[in-house]
């Protein structure tokens, strides 16, 4: 037992008063005469026992009295095992979730409402004098700073469903940072949420006690695109592509022939009816045909009650009338590059001799193959950098009399190894990198006798210090045969022989033509479908705009905001991370042109509706500082002043204080 004010105790020596006139009783006594005092001694005799046993036990009533009062005035309680209680003011900090999950329904009311009203009970445990703070997973700048305790109860009304998510660690570490800015004595943080296991995260901090309250919905099913992705990555018009969806169900029954439908821009391409079991998942493809070229606004629905946040999934791509690859070859190159794009209605391969080169048409093109070149002059070389750093792919082929000191400058300038003299040796092919997307849709497993391309001689392609270079086929004579490099923004290639059959029988291979031409398919910026809310995301689109004062925004038709941005040659970087409100379709402008469109989808996390039980919290929240609170206590303000204030036993001390002044009252006058 501790006392609030344990100083009242020194008038316990108040007591010794009682005792002190029950002893020194000074009354005086008066003298009567009687001629035979025999009965009247015996009357006496009797009476004096009963007497006295009434004055002891007036005397008992009057020190308990006396000694519960003084008690009352110490304030007694029972404080926590792991809480003490400070005097003065305290500071209290409160976290409520308000990501998606907790727009979920328990017996017939959003668990967000329930968690607001736990709040201001939480409040209303606390003195008027305190400090209190809130914070949500948006982390407004409103919320983050010290505030009175009406203030706090209005904000709490205010606060709405979020797609932002973040971890009780992150939390833990803000509240921790409010209390560092106040000077209070009672530092107290409460966790309100569904705790998703998504978001459960050990808290090291001791600086506060934290108290966790978990309030989770019912929910049995929830359906959500996990992600999408085309079977191919260029499109054209005309052209059929397989879209592939990738469907989760979340929950606990199975879902039934739920309609899935896709629209691109507007108009629904393309349904489906699917059925999935608990906790699984299923690949649903859709056949989709572009019909018109730029950029297409595209998105797969369907409805799943209750759960709705994530039942609208966005993605976005770009058709192209057709990609372009260019050639630059000597005069005396024999064509064997055009046929693998002629006849691809993807491509438009454009042959171009070295010495009638347009330099400033580079930008123009996908892929720029060094098609055999005796040497790279340094006008080309000086180009191609700059092409390479606007996210350009380059295929360097060398020629039978290549200048090796002419490309070794080249790759040296592009962190991109060198070539050594030439080596005869005989050897072959051993090992295909199927983990590059040049082999993607090429392979789908390697056959066990596959045919590989046989070496007679090749210029060794040695490698640089940087991790930069990945091998793409490797040989037997210790020097691959094909490598890539990243180079600025988009990749090199090296091809360690010319195409000739002194060197190699690689033009003549299977795998030749697929590999030179998705070098020119995939790119290393290319635009994402889809971009994910909250995250970090990093946009690149080609500019055409070269004033530096050219501002860059974002659109929905209802939004519009400008995101931080950078420059970089022919392209702009922009960052986009907790700007956006809603999900949907984002038009990109500059100087009143369409740069492009992006298409934000909420976090799929919150998704997963996994829900941490009692037992994992408490082992989770198992350190000195942390409590877990009762989530069944009709008002949780009482369980909230029991831990902060301990059980106070001064109300049961004024009681027994007045019930013994009682006794002794009726003790004096009825005991006669």
């Not at 859709?286 to 409805?303: D, L, M, Y």
Request: glycine letters at 4%; one cysteine or more; aromatic letters at 12%.
């Amino acid at each position: 037992m501790n006392f609030v004010f344990p100083f009242f105790l020194f008038a316990l020596f108040a007591l010794a008063i009682p005792i002190i006139i029950h002893l020194f009783y000074f009354r005086k006594y008066k003298k009567v005469y009687f001629s035979d005092i025999r009965f009247l001694k015996q009357v006496q005799e009797e009476k004096s026992t009963i007497d006295k046993l009434k004055k002891r036990l007036i005397l008992a009533t009057r020190l308990l009295a006396l000694l519960f009062l003084i008690l009352a005035f110490a304030q007694p309680f029972i404080g926590s095992n792991k809480n003490k209680l400070n005097q003065g003011t305290s500071a209290v900090c409160v976290y409520v979730d308000n990501s998606y999950s907790m727009g979920l329904k328990k017996g017939g009311e959003q668990v967000l409402s329930i968690a607001k009203i736990k709040a201001k009970e939480i409040a209303n445990a606390f003195n008027t004098g305190d400090k209190f703070s809130l914070l949500t997973n948006d982390l407004e700048g409103t919320h983050q700073r010290w505030m009175q305790k009406q203030d706090f109860l209005d904000a709490i009304d205010k606060i709405e469903l979020s797609p932002n998510i973040k971890t009780i660690d992150e939390i833990s570490k803000k509240e921790a940072t409010l209390f560092q800015s106040l000077n209070a004595k009672n530092k107290l943080g409460f966790f309100i949420s569904d705790f998703q296991k998504n978001m459960i995260s050990k808290s090291e901090d001791t600086t506060f006690i934290a108290h966790f309250l978990n309030i989770q919905s019912e929910t049995e099913k929830n359906l959500f695109v996990d992600t999408c992705w085309f079977e191919q990555p260029l499109f054209t018009i005309n052209t059929n592509n397989k879209l592939l969806v990738r469907i989760k169900n979340a929950g606990n029954t199975a879902a039934e022939k739920v309609r899935i439908s896709v629209k691109i821009n507007g108009v629904v391409k393309a349904i489906d009816d699917v059925s999935i079991a608990p906790e699984n998942s299923i690949t649903d493809s859709f056949n989709i045909t572009a019909t018109q070229a730029g950029w297409q606004k595209a998105e797969i629905t369907f409805n799943d009650y209750p759960i709705t946040f994530d039942d609208h999934f966005y993605f976005a791509y770009k058709v192209a009338q057709n990609e372009k690859v260019l050639s630059i070859d000597d005069a005396e190159t024999p064509n064997n590059i055009a046929s693998i794009f002629t006849n691809d209605v993807h491509f438009s391969f454009d042959k171009i001799n070295k010495g009638q080169l347009d330099y400033s048409s580079f930008k123009n093109y996908s892929l720029i193959i060094l098609n055999q070149l005796t040497d790279i002059s340094s006008g080309i070389a000086s180009s191609l950098k700059e092409y390479i750093d606007n996210g350009g792919n380059i295929y360097i082929i060398p020629s039978v009399n290549a200048d090796i000191n002419s490309y070794n400058s080249f790759l040296s300038n592009n962190n991109a190894g060198s070539f050594g003299a030439l080596l005869v040796k005989n050897g072959e092919v051993t090992k295909i990198n199927l983990q590059e997307e040049l082999f993607k849709s090429v392979f789908n497993n390697l056959p066990k006798n596959v045919e590989t391309p046989k070496i007679k001689k090749l210029y060794p392609i040695l490698s640089n210090t940087n991790n930069n270079e990945r091998e793409i086929l490797s040989t037997n004579i210790g020097s691959p045969l094909v490598t890539k490099f990243d180079a600025g923004n988009g990749f090199i290639y090296v091809q360690a022989v010319p195409l000739s059959a002194d060197f190699s029988d690689i033009q003549a291979n299977a795998i030749f033509a697929p590999m030179v031409y998705n070098s020119a398919v995939y790119k290393k910026n290319k635009q994402a479908l889809y971009y994910t809310i909250g995250k970090d995301n990093l946009i690149e689109l080609k500019n055409s705009n070269t004033n530096g004062e050219s501002v860059y925004k974002l659109s929905n038709g209802k939004n519009e905001f400008i995101p931080e941005n950078r420059s970089v040659g022919n392209s702009v970087l922009l960052r986009v991370n907790n700007t956006l409100e809603s999900d949907g379709h984002y038009s990109i402008n500059s100087n009143n042109n369409e740069l492009g469109i992006a298409a934000f989808n909420f976090d799929r996390t919150e998704s997963n509706l996994k829900f941490a039980s009692k037992d994992e919290i408490a082992t989770t929240f198992n350190k000195k500082n942390q409590l877990i609170l009762d989530n069944t206590k009709a008002n949780l303000s009482a369980e909230v002043k029991q831990i902060k204030d301990g059980v106070l036993l001064w109300k049961i001390c004024v009681i027994l204080s007045l019930l013994f002044l009682l006794i002794e009252i009726l003790l004096i006058r009825f005991w006669k």
